[in-house]
């Protein structure tokens, strides 16, 4: 299984805008609250690994 890293760079409502930080990219993701920790804010930075989100340091 794959892992990727994220940041959020945004909170709209009941989503988040993610953008991967693991490749050099400026696609954009946007992913329901409820998948995410309940403890996010703007700039938080996620670890995805076998489907779940976790915050890291």
């Given at each position: 299984m794959e892992t990727w890293y994220y940041e959020v760079v945004?909170?709209?409502?009941?989503?988040?805008?993610?953008?991967?930080?693991?490749i050099a990219s400026e696609d954009i993701k946007?992913?329901?609250r409820?998948?995410?920790?309940?403890?996010?804010?703007?700039?938080?930075?996620?670890?995805?690994?076998?489907?779940?989100y976790e915050i890291i340091e």
């Open positions: 945004g909170i709209e409502g009941d989503y988040a805008n993610l953008k991967r930080t693991d946007l992913v329901a409820a998948l995410l920790p309940p403890e996010i804010t703007e700039k938080s930075r996620l670890k995805y690994e076998w489907m779940q």
